[in-house]
């Protein structure tokens, strides 16, 4: 008994020692304390040890030691080039940055390894931007955005980049997002005409032909010859009803390429719009010629032919015109007027019948159609008259309830 209890006594003083060494300031144990503390020296070694890795190309293990060679110096900005490097390698570019950004911040690290870093920062710039050059191809616009705003991370200072941006936010119908992007891209490159185009067309689409106007004025300036700069032009300058600007810029136009359909379809829609009907219809005669389905040029052939009092060819383009867009309104009102014109009146009614079921708010229309109804009426008699009358009638009152309104 005495032995055990001698035997007891031992044990629990070896345990009481135990216990002293566990708790002591030089052990450090349990979720309580965390783990041991890396010093620079472990640091250093983590980093050679890195750098063996490395020559190895065993790039796992060297991003392990040099995480810990970090924690233990978060200053050593070899180290964080060098993970850097390593985070390029295993394709993990945001991982990569933020090394890079840290070793750019500070100033020995900018001045030792900034010329280093730039190519690893171009590289992933080119492939997102590549990225999204493929995704507006394919016209997966959302995945050009998301490709270009990556782009952007690696080099804010590309007017590439904004101006790729800008083409997906147009398609994606975002305007104002596509023009800021090119607001952007011409801040960092203002020697690029086709992104003052660019601009300038966004600007259209955004009833602003003001701005629209400046922009193709600018991009003008830089390629005097460009036709379709100057198409753009005056396109601008007609929305701004400058009549004798457009015409300016359209005869430009036409003596830089005579033969050109784009440049004869605006430049006689300008004369149209400048009532010039005779060199309006002699430039759309051309391009009817050439495009005989082109329905812009037919319409406005159709329009100065009835200018010109010659109903005969412009009943016949008009009419080509509606086969071809039903739902041209404006069509249909313009062939009602001319066969009202030439006494054709149960012609005249159906296609005035067609504007105000196309577009019941046509004041126009509605007194087109009441005219038309009232003299049909007069080439009538008995109760088909009397409803032709009646008729006309409503058309009238329908024609003044929306005036008041």
Excluded at 15 to 29: I, M
Excluded at 257 to 280: H, K, S, W
Aim: aromatic share 8%; with cysteine; glycine share 6%.
């Amino acid at each position: 008994m005495q032995f055990i209890l001698s035997t007891f006594s031992k044990r629990a003083g070896i345990l009481l020692c135990l216990t002293a060494f566990l708790f002591s300031a030089g052990f450090v144990s349990g979720p309580a304390y965390g783990k041991p503390k890396i010093t620079k020296g472990d640091a250093a070694i983590a980093k050679r040890s890195a750098k063996s890795y490395i020559k190895l190309r065993v790039v796992d293990k060297a991003i392990v030691q040099l995480k810990i060679a970090l924690e233990g110096n978060p200053n050593d900005m070899e180290a964080r080039f060098l993970l850097g490097q390593l985070y390029s390698d295993k394709s993990r570019p945001d991982e990569m940055k933020a090394e890079f950004d840290l070793v750019l911040a500070d100033k020995k690290g900018k001045r030792k390894y900034g010329k280093k870093i730039s190519p690893f920062m171009m590289m992933w710039w080119q492939r997102n931007y590549n990225t999204g050059v493929k995704a507006i191809g394919a016209q997966d616009f959302g995945a050009a955005v998301e490709a270009m705003q990556k782009a952007v991370l690696f080099d804010p200072d590309k007017a590439l980049t904004y101006k790729g941006l800008g083409v997906a936010y147009l398609n994606m119908g975002q305007t104002q997002a596509g023009i800021d992007s090119y607001i952007k891209a011409i801040d960092l490159d203002d020697k690029d005409p086709s992104a003052y185009v660019n601009l300038g067309r966004a600007y259209m689409n955004s009833d602003k032909p003001e701005d629209a106007k400046t922009c193709f004025m600018k991009a003008h300036e830089m390629k005097p010859d460009n036709v379709s700069y100057l198409r753009d032009l005056a396109n601008a300058q007609q929305r701004l009803k400058d009549t004798a600007g457009a015409l300016k810029t359209s005869e430009k136009a036409l003596a830089l390429d005579p033969e050109n359909l784009e440049i004869l379809t605006m430049a006689g829609q300008t004369y149209l719009i400048g009532e010039n009907f005779q060199r309006a219809s002699e430039l759309l005669e051309k391009v009817v010629a050439q495009q005989p389905d082109n329905t812009d040029a037919l319409y406005n052939l159709a329009a100065s032919y009835k200018a010109l009092g010659n109903f005969d060819k412009a009943v016949t383009l008009f009419e080509k015109t509606v086969q071809s867009h039903p739902k041209d309104h404006e069509a249909w009102y313009n062939l009602g007027r001319i066969y009202d014109e030439q006494n054709k009146m149960a012609e005249a009614v159906q296609a005035l019948q067609m504007v105000v079921d196309l577009k019941p708010t046509s004041i126009n229309g509605w007194m087109a159609l009441s005219r038309a109804y009232a003299r049909k009426s007069q080439t009538e008699s008995g109760s088909t008259a009397s409803e032709s009358a009646k008729k006309a009638q409503e058309a009238f009152n329908m024609a003044e309830s929306l005036q008041g309104n």
